[in-house]
């Protein structure tokens, strides 16, 4: 869109938009904020949390990345956004909730069975995150959904390496969710533990994992379907 377009909206915002939530924006300057929920989302722009979720301000904490991915604890990626803001959620905000949310038709998730520009060195290991999720076939539609699932529980795994998460997982004071958001459709599915698989929000009975017991193997015959 034009620059001059992005500042009519600037506008727009502060006119039309602001004073709606202007004693709530008040509240949240006067108390600070107490997200509820850290949402791990890919960047994608056809990912929407807020439209999503109907979450209100205040409510979630963001965190975007190409392909939703988590970093490991250990450093290994070097200093990571995505990490610091998994610690600061937790240790600092006391977050009750985490949420790794993927989407259909993912470029990350496609990129992983193809080649990938060589300027884009960050990028290329950045994906390396998502590469044990890759399954051994062609990847037509079926296999790109399920690598998509698949990757959201590899993070999953991956935030139970956090020592802090793990501590507050096994004590109750958090919940794991895994999501998949069909975007054509309009549906989120979200892991079930108990089945190893997705199941659509409209007929799941728990927005996600719940409880989340110390590691689901990620042995590749989870997420069947």
Known sequence: MPDDELLQRLRRFQQD??????????ALVDEGQHPTTLFIGCSDSRLVPYLLTG???GELFLVRNV???VPPYDGSYGHHGTAAAIEFAVLSLHVRRIVVCGH?????????????????????RWLDLGREAVLPVQPGPEALRRTEQRAVVLQLERLM??????????EGLITLHGWHYVIEDGEVHVFDVQSGGFVA????????????????????QVLID
């Open 67 to 69: 392909g939703a991915f």
């Open 17 to 26: 938009a602001f004073p709606q939530y202007r004693a709530q924006f008040q």
């Open 161 to 170: 390496d956090y020592p802090m998460v793990r501590r507050k997982v096994e």
């Open 55 to 57: 979450a209100e301000p």
């Open 201 to 220: 929000a409209s007929q799941a009975s728990s927005s996600g994992t719940g409880p989340y017991p110390p590691y689901v193997e990620h042995d590749g």
């Open 104 to 124: 259909s038709h993912c470029g990350a998730i496609k990129a992983l069975y193809g080649e990938v520009s060589p300027e884009a060195q960050n990028l290329q």
